[in-house]
């Protein structure tokens, strides 16, 4: 691709991005513990085991620092970032060589053109680009293309909602024929600053990252080119891409049980629907979600590595884990009751036999052997009817996972 006529290469070769925050990466543990998701995210990717110990990496338009951050965090992994831009590049070369990152290697390579690479990968990282490719489709099948049967791609796209006054804003800088001029960016700058508390777009600013850097402000108001998506959007994105959608990084944004679990009537009400309505219902209904974060397979892996056998004894053999603790809290009423949470997690209460269950999972015993801990037996359908209601609730929060049978593990 040619700068004179690609407007994204010819921004980020200007405005690299994300804006470098220096060469120690020892330095940034909060920003390193971004990229633990690939660990942290195991049993949601592979609930039947990762295809290999150390799985290979692509992050397709690294940027200035994501290549290098995974590399550093995973060593013994190989790691290609690939990039259109050669001054995020340069960047990256510089964490390279500062941290002497040998399973590093770079390419300037955009990713419609991934398969000049000539390997496939375990993993394809692939967040906050393909909203600025110009046939996101096109791209991501290619990306697609260089998965392994078993590999997984994490992708991230902007959500619609939240950037309809971004896009009220670009039109404005627009009409005021603004470009990506140092000069541009404190015009944005400057309107930002001014509009009034109860601008529609105040909601935004509020948890806005980047808008302290210029580069952030053209990435945000003057791109040359993005596009947001809806639930459906992404969904048929990835059809058109001929890959398949395995699920949301985040489930409690896209279901009902957690958000809404103090409203069981509209709770129950949702989750009546088609789960692709579930989650765009709750899309709308949250208004918040930025960006969409959920990870892709080939269509020939096999369903059986991926898919929890909700209506099946396999359920039974599956080893639960979790991410949160059992609390004690104090209901409506005032009467003292079972809940989960941690930290900032929201807490969602739990009936009495959920808590006596949720007791025993440790992230090593299988279901059927939780149930038995807890002094439940008896025939295949009764223990299921007793049990799946919690792992679903663990599950669509987000606050716990599913092992498929044989592995086990403690997020």
Known sequence: MNSDIDPVRAQYERWPY???LGDDLEKLP???????NLRNFTPRFWPAGKPREHPSILVAGCGTMAAACYAFVYPQSRVVGIDISAASLAFETNLKNRHRLQNLTLAQCAIEDGASLGERFDYIACQGVLHHTAQPAMALG???NLLTQDGIMRVAIYGKYPREQVYALQRLFRIMDLDQSPESVSVVRETLSILPASHPHQAYLRGAVDHTTSAGL??????GRDRAYTVPDCLALVAAAGLVFQGWDMNFDYHPDGALHAHPSLRDRINAMPEEEIWHAMEIICGSIRMHEFHVCRRDRDPAHYRIPWESDQLLSC???HCVDLVQAVDRTGARTWAIGRGTLPVIPLTPAQAMLFAQINGTRNVRECLAAAGIS???VMLLDAIRPLLRLLWC???GVL?????SREP
């Open 18 to 20: 994300p804006p470098p």
């Open 30 to 36: 909060q920003y390193l513990k971004l990229y633990e």
């Open 142 to 144: 290619v990306l697609g």
């Open 218 to 223: 053209v990435d945000t108001y003057l791109h």
């Open 319 to 321: 080893i639960p884990g």
């Open 378 to 380: 008896g025939p295949n």
């Open 397 to 399: 929060t987000g606050y």
């Open 403 to 407: 092992c498929l049978p044989g592995k």
